[in-house]
């Protein structure tokens, strides 16, 4: 379970502003990449929320919301996207860097320190400590997790109105079974991610 042993060690350092950076959706074949930095109020977090708090990816869509409903009032929360011409322009890694940025930006107050998923960060105005699964270690990153799966599926549900059929209020763009099948009787939108090799293949590229 994510406790705040990094956030502590920061603090050691001298650092007091620590936020928490995740991204969501690097994997789908549609839709934007969406990335939160969130900043704890360590004073004002009750127990159960601190409890709850954990990678997103193990958590029910139900229990993920409620903790982001949750989260609202007691951290400072930034998140940013790149969308799908950016992520077909740049590449996805260099479009998680840059949702990752504009999350940071998004904050409204510069951190002293950033705790970020995995072996690869943005570069920031501050110092940056990449933590592999860091989802499942800092309570700050499980934070950042949560808000940006929940802010992500919610981006998937609405161009789901708009491009009715392929499922992604379900599989948020993931290429399921319904998601191949719509594209093999629908086709591709401007919503698809080109760049990927499902999607090239399809378009004959």
Not at 40 to 69: H, I, M, N, Q, T
Not at 101 to 122: Q, S, W
Request: glycine residues 12%; charged residues 25%.
């Amino acid at each position: 379970m994510p406790d705040f042993s990094y956030e502590d060690a920061a603090l050691a350092s001298g650092h007091d502003l620590i936020c928490g950076i995740d991204e969501a959706g690097r994997g789908p074949w549609a839709g934007p990449v969406a990335a939160a930095a969130v900043i704890l109020d360590r004073a004002a977090l009750p127990p159960g929320l601190v409890e709850g708090l954990d990678d997103s990816k193990k958590l029910k869509p139900a229990r993920r919301r409620e903790l982001f409903d949750h989260l609202q009032g007691v951290a400072v929360i930034g998140v940013g996207l790149a969308d799908v011409a950016e992520i077909d322009e740049l590449n996805i890694l260099a479009a998680t860097m840059l949702a990752m940025t504009r999350a940071v930006e998004g904050l409204g107050v510069p951190p002293d320190v950033a705790l970020i998923d995995g072996n690869r960060g943005p570069n920031l105005d501050c110092p940056v400590q990449c933590v592999v699964k860091g989802d499942g270690k800092s309570l700050s990153i499980a934070a950042a997790s949560i808000v940006a799966k929940v802010t992500r599926d919610r981006i998937m549900a609405d161009l789901a109105v708009s491009f009715p059929g392929y499922g992604w209020e379900r599989n948020a763009g993931y290429g399921t079974k319904e998601h191949q099948g719509a594209l093999a009787t629908r086709g591709v939108t401007p919503e698809h991610r080109t760049s990927y090799a499902p999607i090239r293949k399809i378009l004959g590229l």
